[in-house]
């Protein structure tokens, strides 16, 4: 059965169709919603938000075919909102610099953390989204409901800007 078919049954009520629906781009939601809130139990909290909003708003989708970017636009949103309540400020000043001469995994992802969490919000999320997740840029402004050449600008500026932040020793790509 084709997606404009799924989602206008899924809109008679049918609840069974709407979690196949959800379930066939699960790890999707959860890798993007993962890359918003940091933590396992954070992410399927997003997803949990997202599934009683595509529940209760399903009617309100006037293109079938666009459920899969309106339900991750939706889960973007209830990231967001999840944040913004919980106003999450992670320190990393507190973590430990390697001693021995060169950073090991870990440490490399905490100190990149540290750095792109110098950056403003908007810069973080495009950044995460295309090097995090490997979304291309026409996703992304889909996703975020910004022109392409918004996504590319803001893009460029918080690379230059996280460059700047490491000291200029950080390599592009």
Known sequence: ???EKRVKEAKQ????????LIMDKKQEYYSLAYAYMKNQEDAMDAMADMIVILYEGLHQLKKETSFYSWSKTILVNCCKKQLKRKKRLINFNNVEEATSGGLGLVEEQLLLERHLSSLS?????IIKLRYYLDFDYNTIAELLKIPVGTVKSRLSIGLRKLKESYGGDFNEG
Do not use: A, P
Request: avoid cysteine; aromatic fraction near 0%; proline fraction near 0%.
């Open 13 to 20: 009520g049918n609840k069974e169709v709407l979690v196949s």
């Open 121 to 125: 919000t908007d810069h973080q999320e």
């Open 1 to 3: 059965m084709d997606i």
